[in-house]
């Protein structure tokens, strides 16, 4: 007599069911958070690139120089400051959020930290304290950061260090023949900056040699 044997392979065990009802629940509950971070992501990118690229260019602008909207021309940057004379200092202007450098081109240049935004002038004299520029005679590091791209004003966007090594005070209008170097630093962001919201924020910062020849 032939017995029939059922066909086990077709069955599901009450095992498997856990396993298909615990896997189907994570699923349920991870999908719209994954969705959530995705479109999360997808709205910070493009600010984050713009957070990038405004401050890398304000950076370079600050150190290396760049074309100018005032001048018309390229105006240099901290890198090429250097004492022309005795009485011709480097640096005409050594504060926490602003610095006035006269380069090897006889550039007189100053760059201040104002209302979030990095602005650059191209003053008449080294006047110390020199007067606040007018709107017109000043222009935004870099322009396409206004209105996209904030920097808060919080801390300190120069220091200043001695031939030592040493952190010194800013010079203000004094005498800047101590300063061998500039640290600059700042944060650039978005909004608030938090990527929960959405928004982008990157720290820079960077070294500047002063020449004394």
């Known amino acids: 007599m032939m017995r029939h044997r059922g066909n086990r392979e077709d069955a599901v065990t009450l095992v498997e069911l856990v396993i298909v009802l615990v896997v ?3 699923l349920c509950v991870m999908t719209p958070i994954l969705i959530f971070h995705g479109v999360k992501t997808l709205v910070y990118l493009p600010k984050a690139l713009a957070v990038n690229e ?3 260019e304000a950076l370079h602008q600050m150190v290396e120089g760049g074309f100018s909207t005032l001048s018309g021309q390229t105006v ?14 480097a640096l005409w202007l050594a504060e926490t959020d602003r ?4 380069t090897s081109d006889g550039q007189r240049v100053l760059i201040r930290w104002d209302s979030e935004l990095i602005k650059r002038s191209l003053p008449a004299s080294t006047a110390c304290p020199p007067a606040i520029p007018a709107p017109s005679d000043e222009e ?3 322009d396409q950061a206004e209105g996209i791209v904030r920097i808060p004003t919080t801390g300190s966007l ?5 031939q030592s090594g040493g952190v010194i005070p800013a010079p203000g209008c004094a005498s800047a023949a101590a300063v061998r170097r ?7 962001q ?3 900056g938090n990527f929960d919201q959405g928004n982008a924020s990157e720290k820079i910062t960077s070294s500047v040699a002063i020449r004394v020849p």
């Open 24 to 26: 189907s629940g994570i």
């Open 190 to 192: 978005t909004g608030t």
């Open 54 to 56: 405004a401050a890398m």
């Open 140 to 142: 935004v590091l870099p």
């Open 182 to 188: 500039v640290d600059i630093a700042f944060t650039a």
């Open 158 to 162: 120069f220091q200043y260090y001695n």
């Open 99 to 102: 610095i006035g450098f006269l």
């Open 76 to 89: 240099r940057g901290l890198r090429f400051a250097v004492r022309r004379s005795a009485t011709e200092p």
